[in-house]
């Protein structure tokens, strides 16, 4: 059965030093919130432009290993493909020269794939938030939670659940309306992270992109009125939003009649093309073989990544798309 909890113990952190370690999206965000909750918190960071964001922001800013000395938790909140790095470089033998020590990743990447095995005197735990940093951020404004699953890798102290479940509150996901925490591990998080970004996402993409190149160029629709109806009304983001809060089916009686009869009947179009694709990225990410893919990509500096980015920014569809999110700005 699902384990849910909604409500964490934020006394286990009153007296512990918190390192957020990266000053990027996430790390700003939750920074800001575990210190509006009472927290004490202090920033990790390179000598870059989020460290100067840092120090506007009224932290105080070290450098990760003076940081990691100075704390008694620490959230890994860097991107995964320089996290071990980051970690074996300036956090492992900081913790090892403690007594205890909490550490918190936001992914389940790294611990899944044993590219980071930590002290063995630390708690590592997962709380990996279900949402962008801005949506986070929103939120919290509005005194609402939101979703986060959690992951216990190491439990030196015999209460590295309590700890994830306060860590959870603390950067105001549970302990509110709509908040939850559900119980999971590094392995599953990774495994259903990749898959969505292997599979619904660059397929919604897929579609985008083929749909606008058979209605413009086959049969001469407009690629501002294309991609008006495609994505920039943002039609399509109010009914991911329906989605989230009514279901999958159920959010389909806001659509005309012509709208439903038309997705239901044509879902079985797809659906055996698609489940292929989902089975072999499934089975790629499951064996390690895409984080091993991923391992030598990194290793090159990221040239294909960044080749197929440039390529794609120079389409047609790119093109005409600035186009009309100039003029809606306007």
């Known amino acids: 059965m699902v384990e849910l909890f909604f409500d964490g113990d934020l006394s286990l952190l009153k007296d512990l030093t918190i390192a957020v370690i990266g000053y990027g999206n996430q790390g700003s965000v939750q920074a800001r919130i575990l210190r509006e909750n009472g927290l004490e918190v202090i920033v990790g960071n390179i000598r870059d432009e989020y460290w100067k964001k840092a120090e506007e922001d009224g932290f105080k800013v070290y450098e990760i290993k003076e940081a990691v000395?100075?704390?008694?938790?620490?959230?890994?909140?860097?991107?995964?493909?320089?996290?071990?790095?980051?970690?074996?470089?300036?956090?492992?033998?900081?913790?090892?020269?403690?007594?205890?020590?909490?550490?918190?990743?936001?992914?389940?990447?790294?611990?899944?794939?044993?590219?980071?095995?930590?002290?063995?005197?630390?708690?590592?735990?997962?709380?990996?938030?279900?949402?962008?940093?801005?949506?986070?951020?929103?939120?919290?404004?509005?005194?609402?939670?939101?979703?986060?699953?959690?992951?216990?890798?190491?439990?030196?102290?015999?209460?590295?659940?309590?700890?994830?479940?306060?860590?959870?509150?603390?950067?105001?996901?549970?302990?509110?309306?709509?908040?939850?925490?559900?119980?999971?591990?590094?392995?599953?998080?990774?495994f259903l992270d990749l898959l969505s970004e292997h599979t619904y996402i660059p397929l919604l993409i897929a579609s985008i992109m083929a749909y606008f190149e058979i209605a413009t160029k086959v049969y001469g629709a407009s690629p501002e009125a294309a991609i008006l109806e495609l994505y920039a009304s943002g039609e399509l983001a109010e009914q991911a939003k329906a989605m989230a809060s009514e279901g999958l089916i159920e959010q389909l009686k806001y659509h005309s009649r012509t709208s439903q009869y038309g997705q239901l009947t044509r879902i079985r179009r797809y659906y055996d093309i698609v489940k292929e694709v989902v089975e072999k990225e499934a089975e790629e990410i499951w064996s390690g073989e895409f984080a091993r893919e991923f391992a030598e990509e990194k290793a090159s500096q990221m040239i294909v990544m960044n080749r197929l980015k440039k390529i794609l920014q120079s389409s047609d569809l790119v093109t005409a798309e600035g186009r009309v999110l100039k003029a809606l700005r306007e």
């Open 69 to 190: 000395r100075k704390a008694d938790v620490a959230l890994l909140l860097v991107p995964d493909e320089i996290a071990p790095e980051v970690y074996y470089g300036e956090i492992d033998e900081g913790i090892r020269r403690k007594n205890f020590f909490l550490l918190n990743f936001a992914s389940g990447y790294n611990i899944a794939y044993g590219l980071i095995k930590p002290a063995p005197n630390a708690d590592a735990v997962m709380v990996a938030p279900r949402m962008f940093a801005w949506g986070i951020l929103e939120r919290h404004r509005q005194g609402l939670g939101y979703p986060v699953l959690l992951g216990v890798a190491q439990n030196a102290s015999g209460k590295a659940w309590d700890y994830a479940l306060a860590l959870a509150k603390g950067i105001g996901a549970i302990g509110l309306p709509g908040g939850a925490a559900l119980k999971s591990s590094f392995e599953e998080e990774a």
